[in-house]
């Protein structure tokens, strides 16, 4: 499979597409594009094809979007926003988040980007070779590396790069401040009071004088993060050490844990790993956030 969190490079287009955002909700679309994967993760699921059939697109994927978005903005967003850079941190806390009001825009956005994850399936999967009917997709390019896994892999690495460089370039652009409006005496001549009362303005009053245009358009300034959210820093780079030990221990371990099948052979330990190395991470995220959660509402019991 090609690695998960790529599957969101094929929503970007319609993420940043305003007339797409008023059908599909931006947040529905990126979750939807990477949910059909979750009994990888989730093993107790139902099988795995189900998730990645036309009847798991619009009923089991649509509905664990839902859920997995209750869980990011109620439980997750804000404990990993803290684990953040200051002004990284205040950018990502003021993104807005789902607006639950539009159920049906969510549900669409899901189902769209779950199928989008079904459609780049198809063409790194074995089972696309007779979807399509194209031979050089089984076919052997070097070793056990025939065309769908190269596809799979090379796919998976421009995905990947391809939704680093949009979240970065995103985060890193500030939102233009609106013009201020125009006041007297700032390039306008105000008619005189006695001109007002009469109804007419002279001529002299009407005419503006001619302005510069801006050399830039000013940015908003970025607002600190909210009192109580920031963790110490040593504490935050603890937290993110932690993390990356655990990924990496996860996916070492993870493939003795789930064996893959030797018929897929080095590719199914990749996958493997690649699954562990989710996990590990999905798994201490979780309980750092649950035990930020749980200072927070001591803090604020206390208080």
């Known amino acids: ?40 993760f989730l093993p107790y699921l139902q099988d795995y094809s189900r998730w990645h059939s036309p009847a798991g697109v619009v009923t089991d994927d649509v509905a664990a979007v839902f859920v997995l978005l209750a869980v990011l903005q109620f439980v997750l967003r804000d404990p990993l926003t803290a684990l953040l850079p200051g002004t990284l941190a205040a950018r990502v806390a003021a993104l807005p988040g789902p607006d639950w009001r539009r159920f049906w825009a969510i549900a669409l956005g899901a ?6 994850h079904v459609l780049w399936d198809s063409f790194t999967h074995d089972w696309g070779a007779a979807f399509w009917g194209w031979g050089w997709m089984t076919a052997p390019v070097l070793g056990w590396l025939n065309g769908y896994r190269l596809a799979q892999y090379g796919s ?16 890193r652009t500030p939102a233009p401040v609106p013009a201020p409006a125009a006041t007297p005496g700032a390039g306008t001549a105000p008619p005189s ?111």
């Open 1 to 40: 499979m090609p690695f998960t969190p790529s599957h969101v490079a094929a929503v970007i287009p319609l993420i940043g597409s305003p007339r797409a955002r008023k059908v599909f909700d931006p947040w529905a679309l990126g979750v939807g594009a990477m949910v059909p994967d979750l009994p990888m």
């Open 111 to 116: 189902a769209a980007g779950a199928a989008t």
């Open 156 to 171: 998976s690495a421009f995905g990947l790069a391809l939704t680093a460089w949009w979240l970065l370039r995103a985060l």
């Open 193 to 303: 009071a006695s001109a007002s009362a009469a109804g007419t303005v002279p001529a002299s009053a009407s005419r503006t004088a001619p302005t510069a245009p801006p050399a830039s358009v000013p940015r908003a300034p970025v607002a600190a993060p909210a009192r109580g959210t920031r963790l110490p820093e040593r504490v935050r780079w603890g937290v993110l050490a932690g993390t990356v030990a655990a990924a990496c221990c996860s996916a070492a371990v993870w493939p003795l844990v789930d064996p893959p099948n030797p018929v897929y052979g080095w590719a199914g330990v990749v996958t493997r790993i690649g699954v562990g190395l989710l996990i590990g991470l999905g798994a201490v995220l979780t309980v750092y956030a649950l035990l930020w959660q749980l200072a927070r509402v001591i803090r604020l019991s206390r208080a």
